[in-house]
Each structure stands twice: as C-alpha cells, then as structure tokens.
C-alpha cells in the first residue's frame, strides 16, 4: 500500500481499479444476454480447447486421431477456424487486452503465490491444467459454458456443475494452502 | 427476422467474445491470485461475479420470453449426465485451485500479460487429449444416471421462475454481505495495485535480502 501512495503522490499513472464486483457481474450478464440473443447458446471458453487439441493430434498422430471415438467427429468438422467458438475465444483475448491496456493494467508476470518459485508455479499451473482440460471433457463444459450459461438457463446440469466446483475448490485450496498463501 | 438470431459466424464469435473478455478483466479475473482468492475467502469477486452475470442474464431471458420477445425453448440449455458433470466439476474446481484459471480465465489472463496462463493453456490441451485417449472405457461414466433433456430448476422443484429467481436474489445478497465481511477480515479483497505490479513479491524479497546484507 505504500508504494501505492508513493507513485499517486509523484502523479505516476498506476493500473486503475477493477470494477466493483456488482458492476462487473452486471456487465458480464448483459454480455452473456446478447450472446444469447445473437447465437442462441451461450458464453464458452473449454471447446475451444477441444477444437485446438484435436487438431494438434491430427498433426502429430492422423490415423490414430481419425479412428479416435471422441476426436474423430472434430476432425471430420473441419479445421478449428470454422467453429464459433474459436472465435470467441479470440474475442476473449482481445477483449482482455484492451480492457488492460485502456486501465494500465497490462501485467507480464509469472503470477504467483509469495512462497512459490517460478519452476514450481509453471508445474502446477500445467496440473491444474491438464486437471481443468480433462475435467471439462468429462462434464461436457466448463466454468464458462455450464456454470454461467447453463446456470442463466437455470439447467439443473448448471447447478450440479457449480457444486462440484466449489466444493473441489475449497478442499484442495485448503489442502494446497501453500500454492497461494 | 425472429431472435435469438442463431448466428454461428465469425463477426457473431468475436462479438461475444471481445465483450466476455473486456468483462472478465475488468472484473480481475485475469489474475489467479485474485481469482483463488475466492477459495482462501479472501477474494469474494468469483462468488459476487459469477451469481450478479447469471442472474442478470436469467431474469433478463425471463422477462424477454414473459414480453415475447423471445419464445420458450429457444437458447440451449443443457441436459445433465450427473456423475461425469459432478466428477468433471470437481476436477475443475481441483485444477482452478491449483493452476489459479479455469477455462475462460486463462484467456482473460493471456491478454492481460500472464506468462503462467500460457502453461496452464498448455495443460489444458494436454488434459483434453488424454481424455480422448481414454475416452472409450470411461464412456459408461460418461453417460451415467442421465436427467430429463434440459432439465431447469423448475422442472426439478415444480416451483415458478420468478420464485426461484427470487431466492437466487436473495442468497446472491446474502452472499455479498457475508463474503464482504470474510474478505475484508483477510486483508482481502485483492486490488489492481496488488496483482498488477509485477513480481511485487520478489521486490520485497530482494529489498528484505539487502537489509539483511546491510545489517
């Protein structure tokens, strides 16, 4: 917090606030709305990695990508660039950086934990991953697609989804405290 | 023209995409120290973020079909396969408190600068393809203890909408009451100023590391 008054008292432009909780909620919903209204489904993040994944095995192992039962049916699709959902996902990215970079607060950083070196953040940056990559497989979606879209449908699939989510979230963080705190 | 408009286009894609990115960091999802946060009960913005977007979008839809703008049944909602939307929950929220991102986060926090959300991507393809790979013998699982075809709250509880979307009001505030005083009793909530600075950790090892030389 100190530092923090020191650049406001030199006038040295720091990031600006996030927006209140209540205001960003507000935004992402109206957000999700007219993703609604537009394509008829809603927000998205994991089949874009499905897409992208299913490519990169196509690359690297053709016969094997075809004749694979949850693959084969990607590849079949077509490249990853006709999905909508690659797409949004672009729009994530640009999205992100010009919001950052309008409030100063474009940050390259390895972030992390105080008592987490970078070698040990990028390993469980990696698990958390792959743990999140086949998660998402499994349920079918992710935070993204069945926690919010499927939650502002109100589908029960959407709750289920939610509580397993927390409740993981909270056990492991308690278990892991070191990763963060 | 009827809406929804059931565009699947580009210009549709990053439209959508552009505004979930802009919300999620404004929102400060692009940092994992402020979106694990919510897990150590320092940070409430996941809790107060998430519910505010899903009950603004779910009132939004309701009172769109009430006035006809829109008609019933007509956005996707997906249908439940209970183990593997469970298992595949928890092994999300596993991975989001140990890598710091969930799917969508780890693209907020790509744009925004953060070298880790590039290996967590990383590991998200890795995860997906093993998936794939074992996809055969788990497809029992994965299709266990099926629900009705997009089940909603209101079909499970017999109860009407605008009374489910009241409660939801209703533990939303009381969430943001209550997980406003948790997180203030941590120190928390986490601001720009902490997670934008980089490394603010390592400048005070480094500074700590030199008192220490010259005392």
Same mark, same amino acid.
């Given at each position: 917090? =100190?530092?923090?008054?020191?650049?406001?008292?030199?006038?040295?432009? +720091?990031?600006?606030?996030?927006?209140?909780?209540?205001?960003?909620?507000?935004?992402?919903?109206?957000?999700?709305?007219?993703?609604?209204?537009?394509?008829?489904?809603?927000?998205? $993040?994991? +089949?874009?990695?499905?897409? /992208?994944? $299913?490519?990169?095995?196509?690359?690297? $192992?053709?016969?094997? =990508?075809? $004749?694979?039962?949850?693959?084969?049916?990607?590849?079949?699709?077509?490249?990853?660039?006709?999905?909508?959902? =690659?797409?949004?996902?672009?729009?994530? /990215?640009?999205?992100?950086?010009?919001?950052?970079?309008?409030?100063?607060?474009?940050?390259?950083?390895?972030?992390?934990?105080?008592?987490?070196?970078?070698?040990?953040?990028?390993?469980?940056?990696?698990?958390? +991953?792959?743990? =999140?990559?086949?998660?998402?497989?499994?349920?079918? +979606?992710?935070?993204?697609?069945?926690?919010?879209?499927?939650?502002?449908? /109100?589908?029960?699939?959407?709750?289920?989804?939610?509580?397993?989510?927390?409740?993981?979230?909270?056990?492991?963080?308690?278990?892991?405290?070191?990763?963060?705190? | 023209?009827?809406?929804?408009?059931?565009?699947?286009?580009?210009? @549709?894609?990053?439209? @959508?995409?552009?505004?979930? &990115?802009?919300?999620?960091?404004?929102?400060?999802?692009?940092?994992? !120290?402020?979106?694990?946060?919510?897990?150590?009960?320092?940070?409430?913005?996941?809790?107060?973020?998430?519910?505010?977007?899903?009950?603004?979008?779910?009132?939004?839809?309701? %009172?769109?079909?009430?006035?006809?703008?829109?008609?019933?049944?007509? #956005?996707?909602?997906?249908?439940?396969?209970?183990?593997?939307? %469970?298992?595949?929950?928890?092994?999300?929220?596993?991975?989001?408190?140990? &890598?710091?991102?969930c799917p969508g986060t780890s693209l907020a926090g790509l744009g925004s600068g953060r070298i880790?959300?590039?290996?967590?991507?990383?590991?998200?393809?890795?995860?997906?393809?093993?998936? %794939?790979?074992?996809?055969?013998?788990?497809?029992?699982?994965?299709?266990?203890?099926?629900?009705?075809?997009?089940?909603?709250? *209101?079909?499970? *509880?017999?109860?009407?909408?605008?009374?489910?979307?009241?409660?939801? #009001?209703? #533990?939303?505030?009381?969430?943001?009451?209550?997980?406003?005083?948790?997180? !203030? %009793?941590?120190?928390?909530?986490? *601001?720009?100023?902490?997670?934008?600075?980089?490394?603010?950790?390592?400048?005070?090892? #480094?500074? !700590?590391?030199?008192?220490?030389?010259?005392?």
């Open positions: 917090m =100190t530092a923090h008054s020191h650049s406001q008292a030199r006038g040295r432009a +720091g990031p600006r606030p996030f927006w209140p909780p209540l205001a960003a909620g507000i935004a992402l919903g109206l957000a999700l709305l007219v993703t609604f209204l537009i394509s008829g489904h809603g927000l998205g $993040a994991s +089949g874009f990695v499905t897409r /992208l994944a $299913a490519d990169v095995s196509d690359r690297v $192992a053709p016969a094997a =990508t075809a $004749a694979n039962a949850y693959f084969g049916p990607f590849v079949q699709a077509g490249s990853p660039l006709a999905a909508w959902i =690659t797409w949004e996902a672009v729009g994530v /990215l640009i999205g992100a950086y010009l919001g950052a970079r309008s409030a100063g607060r474009i940050s390259v950083q390895v972030e992390r934990g105080p008592n987490v070196s970078r070698s040990q953040r990028f390993v469980y940056a990696f698990i958390g +991953g792959a743990l =999140t990559g086949f998660g998402a497989r499994l349920a079918r +979606g992710c935070t993204s697609g069945l926690g919010l879209s499927g939650g502002a449908t /109100l589908a029960v699939a959407g709750f289920v989804f939610l509580a397993g989510f927390f409740i993981a979230g909270f056990v492991v963080s308690m278990a892991m405290r070191r990763v963060w705190q | 023209m009827s809406i929804p408009f059931y565009d699947s286009g580009l210009a @549709s894609g990053l439209l @959508s995409g552009v505004l979930f &990115g802009f919300a999620l960091e404004a929102a400060g999802f692009g940092s994992p !120290r402020k979106l694990t946060g919510q897990f150590t009960l320092k940070d409430f913005a996941v809790f107060k973020v998430m519910f505010t977007a899903v009950l603004v979008a779910a009132i939004g839809l309701y %009172a769109l079909r009430l006035s006809g703008v829109i008609a019933d049944n007509s #956005v996707y909602i997906p249908t439940l396969f209970f183990w593997a939307m %469970a298992g595949g929950g928890v092994l999300i929220g596993a991975g989001f408190a140990l &890598g710091g991102y880790d959300a590039l290996v967590f991507f990383a590991g998200m393809v890795a995860g997906t393809i093993v998936f %794939a790979a074992v996809f055969e013998p788990l497809t029992g699982f994965y299709l266990a203890a099926k629900g009705p075809d997009a089940q909603r709250l *209101t079909d499970l *509880t017999g109860l009407p909408e605008w009374l489910i979307l009241a409660v939801l #009001v209703v #533990v939303a505030a009381g969430g943001f009451v209550l997980g406003g005083k948790l997180e !203030r %009793a941590r120190g928390g909530p986490f *601001t720009a100023e902490d997670v934008c600075t980089p490394q603010a950790e390592d400048t005070e090892k #480094v500074q !700590r590391h030199g008192q220490a030389l010259e005392a």
